[in-house]
């Protein structure tokens, strides 16, 4: 089982080679246990299987003395096991959509504490989120982590975070949880955007018109009210 090396055509810079290089252990493993199978062919099976193990595995010692069958047996065993072995592959993100069409994804689901009342924000619950802010060039335009800048502290849906598109996706997130989200421009700053001054008198719109905005959420903490 060989791999195309890269250089005869440009196309085969872009073949999958995590698949090819499964499809090589796959067939490799499938070939030592059909031997293994049959006692006749346990012996050859495992000096294929070893011939075949990555040179990054530690040498196998030669045998001081005749091997029996239940030695072969297990030694290819052992060895049909190392090559099925797959690297795990990263779970794809779940995307959602808010009602009001905020889309979203989460990096990291917070965790809800026995003891912890107020771990998804509800009316009035006090909040602290980190943030970054991209317009659709990815440029960042506002972070919560710049030089002289703080984290957010707020109550929730009592005072203004943000825009409503972020308030609407902080409604369903739990606190130490992380989230990527894409607002529309109705739930942003839509068609008059943010217009700041500049020094030398004139303005420069620091938000562009109808443009789609990108944040990464970090909820902090979420915490009651006090009584």
């Known amino acids: 089982c060989e791999l195309p090396v890269p250089g005869a055509s440009p196309f085969l810079y872009f073949l999958p080679v995590r698949a090819l290089l499964r499809s090589c252990f796959d067939s490799r493993a499938a070939s030592i246990a059909a031997a293994a199978s049959s006692p006749a062919g346990m012996y050859a099976a495992l000096i294929h299987a070893v011939a075949v193990l990555p040179q990054s595995r530690p040498a196998v010692k030669q045998f001081a003395a005749p091997v029996g069958r239940r030695e072969l047996v ?35 689901v917070g965790k809800c504490g026995t003891f912890n009342v107020a771990c998804v924000p509800q009316a009035g619950d006090l909040i602290k989120l980190k943030y970054k802010a991209y317009l659709p060039s990815g440029q960042m335009f506002d ?23 972020v308030e609407e996706a902080l409604a369903t997130m739990k606190e130490g949880g992380k989230r990527v989200i894409q607002v529309p421009p109705a739930m942003a700053y839509g068609e008059k955007g943010i217009k700041i001054e500049t020094k030398d008198g004139g303005s420069e719109y620091l938000v562009p018109p109808n443009a789609k905005l990108q944040y990464e959420l970090e909820l902090l903490s979420v915490a009651a009210p006090p009584p």
């Open 74 to 108: 297990s030694g290819a065993a052992a060895a049909a096991a190392l090559l099925l072995e797959k690297p795990a592959l990263a779970a794809a993100p779940q995307f959602f959509e808010t009602e009001g069409g905020v889309k979203y994804f989460d990096l990291e």
């Open 143 to 165: 972070s919560s982590e710049g030089p002289g800048r703080k984290p957010i502290a707020a109550k929730f849906k009592k005072q203004p975070i943000l825009n409503p598109g």
